[in-house]
């Protein structure tokens, strides 16, 4: 059974965010062992200059990187990342699983994005819109699409 890690920065406040993300969490037992890991943002001044944004995310990225399996295939999910359909990243997910590379990581950014490290440790950057969304709701996308991967690649009836 494949194993996918979720990696992201910052809490689920609301409880409709948890219950959505709990809710496709519980889906993906039939398919995947997922672990959703939780880090701090670092804390920033209001205003912060460019140079602090940069340590913050260095610093995010220190304890992140603890949280990457050695031969986990990575995703970072960064405004430049290239999209691809819900069928592309099923295959994807396939193909990942039949060369055996172990795990399967996904790295949600904190406000500020991914720290150049964390970007260049990606094997696929990925970007799910030219739109921005808030963190919380990318971690629901990003679980409803991880199942709906599985669905398409198992010839279920949940994608359309």
């Given amino acids: 059974m494949q194993r996918i890690n979720i990696v992201c920065f910052g809490k689920l406040k609301e409880a409709f965010w948890r219950d959505a993300v709990a809710e496709y969490s519980k889906r993906l037992n039939a398919f995947c062992k997922l672990t959703i890991t939780e880090i701090n943002e670092e804390p920033l001044s209001q205003k912060p200059s ?3 944004i940069e340590q913050a995310l260095e610093a995010e990225a220190d304890i992140a990187m603890k949280h990457i399996p050695e031969r986990s295939y990575v995703f970072a999910l960064c405004v430049e990342g290239t999209q691809m359909t819900s069928e592309e990243l099923s295959a994807k997910l396939d193909n990942i699983g039949v060369s055996g590379a172990g795990d399967v990581t996904f790295l949600i950014g904190s406000s500020y994005g991914l720290s150049k490290r964390l ?3 990606a094997d696929c950057r990925i970007s799910f819109s030219k739109m921005t969304f ?3 709701l990318m971690r629901v996308i990003l679980t409803e699409q991880i199942y709906r991967a599985y669905t398409i690649s198992t010839g279920k009836s949940y994608h359309k």
Avoid: V
């Fill in 134 to 136: 808030p963190h919380q």
């Fill in 119 to 121: 970007k260049a440790r």
């Fill in 50 to 52: 460019d140079r602090e």
